[in-house]
């Protein structure tokens, strides 16, 4: 597509709830990341996909979230167990390598209310 | 692990003002880039930055490197009310290039 497409743009749940969010990159762009932002914060690093492998699952806060890609293109992140503190904005990005320093193109992100 | 620092947090400026923000690595970085936020946004990709002391320009924008890789300026000429945002830079984490981290960001305010 023309951009990094993700839904849904917002997601309101109970605590303790699952919840799925997905990321459409840009075609072609084989490497796929996402982050989180808390109101007024700056961009925590979650996880990053090149192909459909994870090299870094580092920056995910906890077990209860997960990540996977397949087909090298749509990512779902998933919570489970939703908690009130992982109310943030969720942001995927896409870039045509990992390596090499590509410019990374964000999308809209999906608003997480928690409650 | 990999961190940048950015600063100022918080920039307020008179319309036509100039505006600059610093990040700083206590390591050398193999590449730097710069996004900008508007508000309600997603962050937007600007530049990237690559050679010891390269400048850049984008009309009234103007990105420097420094000459140890170490750290980046982002300079803004007379700012007008379309620079309000948050301007992040972002490093590479380690050495693998895979993933970036980026700064806090600088909010900038643009009073007419």
């Known amino acids: 597509g023309a951009g990094v497409s993700q839904s849904p743009s917002n997601k309101v749940t109970e605590k303790g709830k699952d919840v799925e969010l997905r990321c459409d990159p840009i075609?072609?762009?084989?490497?796929l990341y996402w982050y989180r932002q808390s109101l007024g914060q700056g961009l925590e690093f979650l996880i990053y996909?090149?192909?459909?492998?994870?090299?870094?699952k580092s920056g995910l806060p906890s077990d209860r979230f997960s990540a996977e890609r397949t087909g090298g293109s749509v990512s779902t992140l998933t919570i489970q167990r939703t908690q009130q503190e992982d109310s943030a904005v969720y942001l995927c990005?896409?870039?045509?390598?990992?390596?090499?320093?590509?410019?990374?193109?964000f999308g809209s992100g999906t608003r997480l209310t928690v409650v | 692990g990999q961190q940048v620092m950015q600063i100022p947090q918080y920039q307020h400026v008179q319309e036509g003002e100039d505006f600059t923000t610093y990040c700083n690595s206590s390591t050398t970085l193999s590449n730097i880039q710069w996004y900008k936020q508007r508000p309600g946004g997603h962050p937007v990709f600007l530049i990237q930055l690559v050679k010891s002391g390269e400048v850049k320009k984008q009309k009234r924008l103007t990105f420097q490197f420094g000459e140890a890789k170490k750290n980046s300026s982002l300079h803004i000429t007379a700012t007008q009310t379309t620079d309000v945002g948050t301007y992040f830079c972002a490093v590479p984490y380690g050495g693998s290039q895979g993933n970036l981290i980026f700064g806090k960001g600088t909010k900038l305010s643009v009073k007419p």
């Open positions: 075609s072609g762009h084989t490497a």
């Open positions: 996909f090149q192909g459909n492998s994870a090299p870094d």
């Open positions: 990005a896409s870039s045509l390598l990992s390596q090499g320093g590509y410019g990374y193109t």
